[in-house]
């Protein structure tokens, strides 16, 4: 009886949808709305909603309204910057004066000790980063010897043919690729999300983004899969390794079509990236969506005549903006990383200064994104793409529950949750297999699975933690701060404060100011 309901509330949002698109008067002639087939129609009715209230030629359109979207995967589907370093260290494509110093210099720099123990993840030897990056750079040294000189532009075809032929040409991208997964395991986010930016050193800003928009051109086509690199080097530092890395990225119809929706009815679209800005310039270029987007902040290298150095820009924030189907940059002074917390402190140090208040809508599918989210008080609507992968110990997973709450047991659109002054959250279910795509319901297909799921997949055996904390939610009629509030702290499994008998949340107290707390 539920699934039927359900049926009928979905052809109902569909057939409100269609009727308000072809039907919306003279007033609204202009109106661009939602209306691919593939939205959640929640997802599609709450947005709709929100132009046609808050939109240009409605009496509550206000010309700064702005939003804020996340970049990797939200934007785009797939790990998007695993794409750019894949086919950057596959194609070797590095600065001309990259030799092995430079590439150990490079390697090393954010790691606060080189000493450290990598673990044995992707390894057996439990080798230092010291001891990865020696292999590193050994194997480099020898391939460049061989078949350099290297360059920003990469090896022609056929010496790569002949590199996939050599052992030493296998020890470097396995080990380079493994390295990265170790900086991003072992480290916080604010340091493995601009990591890879050091293997930009010594190229200018063309030549980096033309890294990533080659990168981006070759995987977009690239259907989901698999990749396992691996060496065979026993005798060395860090033993023989092994890496699997996801290819395939795209930036799905559904969001190209938002982003226009949004441009159309004169709301600004900031990209937000916890990474270089150059990646999402690339990849908004490459899916022709660019000239629907304000702009894009994100971290940069600091540059030395002309070129970028092995250092972070600590100075600011690097700001693009597309012009003329080229991108102008700019320079905000904030040191903050932009990246959770960080996101906030930016979007207060450049847009709210610009604009004079917080984005008005959001986007997000990740615990990178939760804070700017749920911080924000003028935040009317936030769109949660659901990855499936975060359990009640990340904010993806509570945002996810949240999400439902809100419809199900607090029956909330965009109208009742403003005057419950609430953020209205929405969940979009995604299909990762394949060419990746939306789908029109709240579940998503993982890569490598036919099955809908609507929360990580728990452990055989296992308690569904996002279910029970979900049921707790609606046990005890809690309002949507307080679900917020309550659950994004973390909590010991042996406290005698929780209330779920298993550890949740992922901020400790200073790592987040609480729902609604940005005016």
Same mark, same amino acid.
């Given at each position: 009886?539920?699934?039927?309901?359900?049926?009928?509330?979905?052809?109902?949002?569909?057939?409100?949808?269609?009727?308000?698109?072809?039907?919306?008067?003279?007033?609204?002639?202009?109106?661009?709305?939602?209306?691919?087939?593939?939205?959640?129609?929640?997802?599609?009715?709450?947005?709709?909603?929100?132009?046609?209230?808050?939109?240009?030629?409605?009496?509550?359109?206000?010309?700064?309204?702005?939003?804020?979207?996340?970049?990797? /995967?939200?934007?785009?589907?797939?790990?998007?910057?695993?794409?750019?370093?894949?086919?950057?260290?596959?194609?070797?494509?590095?600065?001309?004066?990259?030799?092995?110093?430079?590439?150990?210099?490079?390697?090393?720099?954010?790691?606060?000790?080189?000493?450290?123990?990598?673990?044995?993840?992707?390894?057996?030897?439990?080798?230092?980063?010291?001891?990865?990056?020696?292999?590193?750079?050994?194997?480099?040294?020898?391939?460049?010897?061989?078949?350099?000189?290297?360059?920003?532009?990469?090896?022609?075809?056929?010496?790569?043919?002949?590199?996939?032929?050599?052992?030493?040409? /296998?020890?470097?991208?396995?080990?380079?690729?493994?390295?990265?997964?170790?900086?991003?395991?072992?480290?916080?986010?604010?340091?493995?999300?601009?990591?890879?930016?050091?293997?930009?050193?010594?190229?200018?800003?063309?030549?980096?983004?033309?890294?990533?928009?080659?990168?981006?051109?070759?995987?977009?086509?690239?259907?989901?899969?698999?990749?396992?690199?691996?060496?065979? $080097?026993?005798?060395?530092?860090?033993?023989?390794?092994?890496?699997?890395?996801?290819?395939?990225?795209?930036?799905?119809?559904?969001?190209?079509?938002?982003?226009?929706?949004?441009?159309?009815?004169?709301?600004?679209?900031?990209?937000?990236?916890?990474?270089?800005?150059?990646?999402?310039?690339?990849?908004?270029? /490459?899916?022709?969506?660019?000239?629907?987007?304000?702009?894009?902040?994100?971290?940069?290298?600091?540059?030395?005549?002309?070129?970028?150095?092995?250092?972070?820009?600590?100075?600011?924030?690097?700001?693009?903006?597309?012009?003329?189907?080229?991108?102008?940059?700019?320079?905000?002074?904030?040191?903050?990383?932009?990246?959770?917390?960080?996101?906030?402190?930016?979007?207060?140090?450049?847009?709210?200064?610009?604009?004079?208040?917080?984005?008005?809508?959001?986007?997000?599918?990740?615990?990178?994104?939760?804070?700017?989210?749920?911080?924000?008080?003028?935040?009317?609507?936030?769109?949660?793409?659901?990855?499936?992968?975060?359990?009640?110990?990340?904010?993806?997973?509570?945002?996810?529950?949240?999400?439902?709450?809100?419809? $199900?047991?607090?029956?909330?659109?965009?109208?009742?949750?403003?005057?419950?002054?609430?953020?209205?959250?929405?969940?979009?279910?995604?299909?990762?297999?394949?060419?990746?795509?939306?789908?029109?319901?709240?579940?998503?297909?993982?890569?490598?699975?036919?099955?809908?799921?609507?929360?990580?997949?728990?452990?055989?055996?296992?308690?569904?933690?996002?279910?029970?904390?979900? $049921?707790?939610?609606?046990?005890?009629?809690?309002?949507?701060?307080?679900?917020?509030?309550?659950?994004?702290?973390?909590?010991?499994?042996?406290?005698?404060?929780?209330?779920?008998?298993?550890?949740?949340?992922?901020?400790?107290?200073?790592?987040?100011?609480?729902?609604?707390?940005?005016?």
């Amino acid at each position: 009886m539920k699934k039927l309901i359900a049926v009928l509330l979905c052809l109902s949002m569909m057939l409100t949808v269609s009727c308000r698109r072809g039907n919306s008067g003279a007033d609204d002639e202009d109106r661009y709305l939602l209306e691919l087939a593939t939205w959640n129609p929640e997802a599609a009715q709450a947005v709709n909603d929100f132009l046609e209230k808050y939109g240009k030629g409605s009496e509550k359109y206000d010309k700064t309204a702005y939003a804020v979207f996340d970049f990797d /995967e939200t934007v785009v589907m797939g790990p998007v910057q695993d794409q750019v370093s894949v086919y950057q260290v596959r194609h070797l494509m590095f600065a001309e004066d990259m030799g092995p110093d430079k590439l150990a210099e490079a390697l090393s720099e954010g790691l606060e000790d080189v000493g450290k123990s990598a673990g044995t993840a992707h390894s057996k030897k439990n080798a230092t980063y010291g001891g990865w990056i020696a292999d590193i750079t050994t194997a480099y040294g020898k391939l460049q010897e061989k078949y350099g000189p290297f360059g920003p532009a990469g090896v022609e075809e056929d010496v790569l043919s002949k590199l996939k032929k050599d052992g030493t040409y /296998e020890v470097f991208v396995a080990k380079m690729l493994a390295l990265r997964q170790l900086v991003r395991e072992n480290e916080p986010e604010d340091v493995s999300h601009r990591w890879p930016l050091f293997w930009f050193a010594g190229m200018t800003e063309d030549e980096a983004y033309a890294v990533a928009r080659k990168a981006l051109h070759q995987n977009r086509d690239t259907e989901t899969e698999k990749a396992v690199y691996a060496s065979d $080097d026993k005798a060395s530092n860090a033993g023989k390794a092994s890496v699997t890395v996801t290819l395939g990225a795209s930036v799905p119809d559904n969001v190209i079509e938002l982003l226009h929706a949004l441009s159309a009815n004169g709301i600004k679209v900031w990209i937000v990236s916890s990474e270089s800005p150059l990646t999402a310039e690339a990849a908004l270029d /490459e899916w022709e969506a660019a000239d629907d987007v304000a702009g894009v902040l994100g971290v940069g290298l600091k540059e030395e005549d002309g070129v970028y150095a092995a250092e972070y820009d600590e100075g600011g924030i690097s700001i693009g903006t597309p012009k003329d189907g080229k991108w102008e940059k700019r320079d905000a002074p904030v040191s903050a990383v932009p990246c959770a917390e960080g996101k906030v402190l930016v979007i207060n140090d450049v847009l709210v200064k610009e604009y004079g208040h917080g984005p008005v809508i959001g986007a997000t599918a990740a615990q990178d994104g939760f804070n700017f989210c749920t911080e924000f008080s003028s935040m009317k609507l936030c769109l949660v793409f659901n990855r499936a992968d975060s359990d009640v110990t990340d904010g993806a997973g509570l945002l996810a529950e949240i999400c439902c709450y809100q419809a $199900d047991a607090l029956g909330y659109d965009l109208e009742k949750a403003e005057e419950a002054g609430d953020t209205l959250y929405v969940l979009q279910g995604r299909d990762e297999n394949g060419l990746r795509s939306f789908l029109d319901g709240r579940y998503t297909v993982k890569a490598g699975s036919s099955d809908e799921v609507l929360y990580k997949e728990p452990e055989a055996g296992a308690v569904d933690d996002n279910q029970a904390q979900y $049921d707790y939610m609606e046990k005890n009629k809690m309002t949507t701060a307080e679900a917020v509030n309550n659950f994004a702290y973390r909590m010991s499994g042996s406290s005698q404060e929780n209330v779920l008998g298993f550890p949740y949340g992922f901020f400790e107290e200073d790592e987040f100011q609480g729902y609604h707390t940005n005016e």
